[in-house]
């Protein structure tokens, strides 16, 4: 059994400690320990409470840079916030879902990684949520043009909380032209092949964005969701596509006007789509 819990400061030198009173587990090597929390990376919170040694090295072992992906999806929604003189809003709710097994090395990292005044108490939680209930959200509200201090040490806080893979990144309802580039930009902090994007409005200059993120990421996979296709070059947009991924899904949402069949199949409904598809 591990040493019986001590109190004292949560960064304790070790090598302070008398060798004798030490379990097998404690007395292992530094980096052979490390390897051993790899493997029960969800039990860390318990393995904090077992001993001060313990606890140690269970914080400098969440200080580190992760060497295994902790954030399944990175997710950008866009808000109905308006901004000066009703102008779009740049504010966008950044969530990110990390697998339950994982939450506990992520949520150390979030504490003990120096986050910015008042940042973790304005960052939302939610457990067990997604299809699976096998993921817990962590949610928060930044300008992605990080105009201010705050919102640019919220960022550089995330990024080190998160590394440097992810799973897949998603973009919901940002398709106002600013919130929508100022997202994808984030995302050049990322390495991720599989993208999903929600538009209620597919104009070229989203397709642009959408196109430069599949480039600079390799993206494999696209999952495209869209109401209204404002592009005159729909065909154009399939056809680069087509040319860049092996998987793609199209989801269309209902179109509420008048004449709206045109906004299907991506605004060319008379198209021969066959050779485009195959």
């Known amino acids: 059994e591990p040493s019986s819990p001590r109190t004292g400061r949560e960064f304790e030198n070790p090598s302070n400690i008398d060798l004798n009173r030490l379990s097998d587990l404690e007395k292992l090597p530094m980096e052979l320990m490390r390897k051993i929390f790899d493997y029960i990376i969800e039990a860390l919170f318990d393995l904090k409470l077992t001993s001060r040694m313990l606890r140690y090295h269970v914080d400098e072992y969440a200080k580190q840079r992760v060497s295994i992906p902790l954030v399944d999806v990175l997710s950008f929604y866009g808000t109905e916030e308006s901004g000066e003189c009703g102008t779009p809003s740049r504010m966008v709710s950044v969530s990110m879902f990390v697998p339950v097994k994982k939450a506990s090395l992520f949520e150390l990292r979030l504490k003990l990684l120096e986050p910015p005044p008042g940042f973790l108490q304005k960052m939302t939680r939610n457990v067990k949520c997604g299809d699976k209930r096998d993921s817990n959200g962590y949610h928060i509200t930044l300008d992605t043009e990080l105009r201010s201090d705050v919102d640019f040490d919220k960022w550089e806080h995330l990024l080190k909380c998160t590394g440097k ?114």
């Open 165 to 278: 893979r992810i799973e897949k990144a998603s973009l919901f309802e940002c398709s106002a032209g600013v919130e929508f580039a100022s997202s994808c930009r984030l995302l050049q902090n990322f390495k991720f092949d599989k993208l999903e994007v929600t538009s209620n409005d597919l104009s070229m200059s989203v397709i642009s964005q959408i196109l430069r993120v599949i480039k600079a990421h390799s993206v494999t996979e696209l999952s495209l969701t869209v109401r209204y296709v404002t592009t005159d070059q729909p065909v154009q947009f399939l056809t680069d596509l087509s040319s860049l991924i092996s998987y793609l899904r199209i989801h269309q949402l209902p179109v509420h006007t008048s004449g709206s069949s045109c906004q299907y199949f991506f605004g060319s409904p008379s198209f021969d789509w066959g050779p485009v598809i195959i």
